[in-house]
Structures are given as C-alpha cells and as structure tokens.
C-alpha cells in the first residue's frame, strides 16, 4: 500500500514508517521538522517538508497515496494548558486541512493518532472505547474534536477511519527514540536523571489509592504501537469512523518503573517525594479487549522490563537525543 505519514519523523511517526517499509509499504512522510527530527527519517521514505496546514506540500504528499496515517500535532498536555488557542487552532487546522486535500485527492482512508487524553479521569478499573470522553486539558479536547471532524467525513463522504487511542507511549527501537523539547515524559526524564542529566527525580504524589501510593499508568512499547497503525490500515471499514484503544490491561506503578529502571541500568534512582500534580489520576488502564478483536493485535514488546532496556540502551547511545547530530 501506498501511505502518506504526516509527522513522520517524530517520534511514534518514525518507528511506525521503519516497520511499514520493513512489510513492503511505499511511505511518504510529510513533516516540517519543527518537533520532529530529520535523523529519524528513514532513507527508504520519500520525505516532503512542510506542515500539514500547506496545501501545496500536502497536494505533493497526497500525489498517488492510498491511505493515510496521521501524527502531525502539537502533543504536550501541559503546554496546552497555557497555550490553549494555540492547540486548538494547529491540531484542529491540520486535521480539517488533511481531511480537504484527502477528499480532493481521493483518499479513502485515515488511520488517526488520537490519545488517551480523551477521557479525562475516568476512574474505572479498565479504561474502555465505551468510557465516557470528558477530557481535561485542550490537548484531549483538540483530539475529541478531531475524531467528531473525521466521523462526520465519514458520514458525509464514505470514507474509512480509525482513530487510535493510545495511552503511554515509551520504549525505543534500535536508532529511533524518545527526544522531546521541553521533556515531560517519565521514562526518558528517568534515563536522563540515570545518566546524570537531572539531579534529582521527582514523584508527583505518593497517597495516590494505590497499592504502592503512587500513580498506576498503562506504559506500551512504541514498537507495538507502530504494529497496530499498520494493522488498523487493513482493518478500515468504508463509511465507518472507529476508536481503538492500545493499551496493555496491566498497569505499572511509578514505583515499579523506577525500580526496573535502577535493575536495567544498574545505577540508583534519587527520587524525591513532591506533592500531586493537579488533575493526576490514580490509575489510567486500558481495556484492548477491542484492538484484539478488530486488529487481531496483542502488545509482545510492553513488559516494562523489555520497555526499560530499550529506552536505556538508546539514552545511553544519545545522551543529547538527536540534537548532538544535527548541530
């Protein structure tokens, strides 16, 4: 299949092109670089720069594609909390702008990279397509708006979509890894603070109504999430908009990160107790009771153990992530 990867060279964008290629895919990625990195572009990839919101870039992307994957977005909740307009206004324009060209060009299909976020705090035990979406932060709400803009071009147009809702992202898969500017993640923050980047770790909250007191969190292997965008491709219904979780059903406490990730890298973890963070939930988990059944998808790479190795290795190979080679 022919497929056009907006965001491509971020970070689940990147490993995602790499095992589309590895099936026999023809990729085109479209990015302006602006949070992605031009060293995690595969050289197999036809790559068009520019933003999603650029008709004339997104026209040459489109040319003699079958299918879409969609990444391209502004993706960091506490940065949507101050710049709410600013979210609103790129995540909203580039789905809307994609959506218009896709039609133009005849373009049927569209795997979305939506987000846990969509929910909010639920508080249930497993987090289901079926849970209610009261997000929490404009991030979510720009995601939610996102997937009612592509059900009602399904509708109106007949063609096919699934949105993919997937909860914590981590892990690295050979070259490709985990750099964001401003960091914000917990498991590249813990490699950096490992390899003595950050003095001190922080854990936000630890009376959490946990079995440990702190934060429970559904972490899953981006090498598995690459695997379900591929599948979700194939699994398109025309008409029909659809929402999967990815998600493993088992949580893993901060604690029990932390203490894989001393076991992996060998080195202590000075962690520090710091109050809750506002609107941090308890436990977010997720049924993918859906995704086994539509995708015929199960997580092989989200032990946390298999998790940690990976992201140390790479931290360890690129203690600047990928800024070092593009100086």
């Known amino acids: 299949m022919r497929v056009l990867v907006t965001g491509g060279a971020g970070y689940i964008g990147s490993v995602t092109c ?17 949070t992605g990195h031009r060293q995690a572009l595969d050289s197999r990839a036809r790559f068009v720069e520019g933003r999603v919101q650029e008709q004339g870039a997104l026209a040459d992307a ?34 809307w702008s994609l959506l218009e060209a896709m039609h133009r060009a005849g373009v049927e299909r569209v795997v979305f990279s939506s987000t846990a ?26 995601k939610l708006m996102i997937e009612k803009l592509i059900g009602e071009q399904c509708r109106a147009t ?37 390899l003595g980047a950050l003095d001190e ?21 981006v090498l598995d ?13 025309p008409g029909k908009a659809e929402a999967i979780n990815l998600g493993t059903g088992q949580g893993a406490s901060v604690r029990e990160i932390l203490s894989v990730a001393g076991e992996v890298s060998q080195r202590p973890v000075r962690a520090r107790e710091a109050d809750r963070r ?18 015929g998808w199960s997580p092989e790479h989200s032990a946390p153990e298999e998790i940690l190795r990976s992201a140390w290795a790479w931290h360890v190979s690129n203690p600047h992530g990928y800024g070092a080679a593009e100086d």
């Open 278 to 295: 506002e609107g941090d939930p308890a436990r977010l988990v997720a049924s993918n009771a859906r995704a086994r059944e539509r995708l």
């Open 225 to 237: 999430l690459a695997r379900a965008h591929a599948l979700a491709l194939d699994a398109i219904e």
């Open 18 to 34: 790499a095992h589309l290629l590895q099936l026999g895919h023809e990729v085109t990625v479209l990015d302006d670089l602006s």
């Open 117 to 142: 976020a969509v929910y909010g705090e639920p508080g249930v035990d497993l987090i289901a397509e079926d849970t209610p979406t009261i997000p929490v932060n404009p991030y979510g709400q720009s």
């Open 158 to 194: 007949g063609i096919g979509a699934i949105c993919l809702r997937y909860f914590n992202a981590c892990g690295a898969s050979g070259h490709l890894g985990e750099d964001h500017d401003p960091e914000t993640h917990l498991i590249p923050r813990l490699c950096q603070h490992l």
């Open 62 to 95: 489109l040319d003699d594609v079958q299918a879409v994957i969609h990444f391209a977005a502004l993706s960091l909740v506490g940065e949507s909390m101050r710049e709410p307009l600013r979210y609103f206004r790129e995540n909203l324009s580039g789905a």
């Open 201 to 221: 770790f922080a854990v936000f909250g630890s009376d959490h109504p946990t079995p440990d007191g702190t934060a429970v969190r559904d972490y899953i292997h």
